[in-house]
């Protein structure tokens, strides 16, 4: 195939192939050495590609995958998307995929192995859905790694503290202080808080102005930024 149809998180090609939303702003987040799990943009290239080939069918709102053994053949092995190692959660690129979800939502927490050919076709068919049901403008579909999170979240960013959604063991009030300069965490802090406080630095010092809303993810010895939402 002549276009490319998808681009690794960390390429710091998604704004150039168009991708908006969390795609673009994870593979900026990644080529500038913040922990984002391993990941990919699948483009909307692949979404149009397969309209056109006849891979995917259904009305624009309810797209569906007929075929799905030629539909994932095609992907691995004609597109070359590499496998992934662990499972992944999918959803679609555009920013608004997050807006009004928690941090136990089921669409983020929602694990698949991509080596499963009508899994991978369910879990793909209906992140395009949800794009253009949306109204994106493009049908880009994020694909992450799952982490084993002992903890995670949201963080709506203020001036002087940040707020966790919903609060977290170990910070009853859900406020976080903001980590200044180049200061060191507070160690009255639970570890995992301090090590969002390394996290939210790093993202404020990356975008300029930084997202209002961030969701994260910490394994134990990583707190790894997951997404955004425009909207706090």
Known sequence: MYKPMFVWLGSGRARKRGVGGDGRFLDE?????????????VLDEFYRFGRESGLVAGSAERPLIPDTELWHNTLFHSVRLPPFARPVIVRPSFSAAWVGESADNSSARRAIHLNDPDAAAVALAGAWALAIQNGATRADVLIVEMLPAAQSGWVTLGEDADR?????????????????????????????????????????????????????????????????????
Not at 29 to 41: D, F, I, M, N
Not at 205 to 226: E, K, M, S, V
């Open 164 to 232: 966790l959604l919903p609060g977290p063991d170990g910070l009853p009030d859900g406020l976080l202080p903001r980590l200044p300069g180049r200061a060191a965490p507070d160690a009255t802090l639970p570890p995992f808080a301090r090590r969002l406080q390394l996290l939210l630095r790093g993202v404020r010092r990356t975008f300029n102005p930084a997202p209002p809303r961030i969701a994260w993810a910490d394994d134990g010895a990583i707190c790894h930024l997951l997404g955004i939402a425009e909207q706090a």
């Open 29 to 41: 987040a990644t080529r500038a050495g913040l922990p984002v799990p391993a990941g990919a943009v």
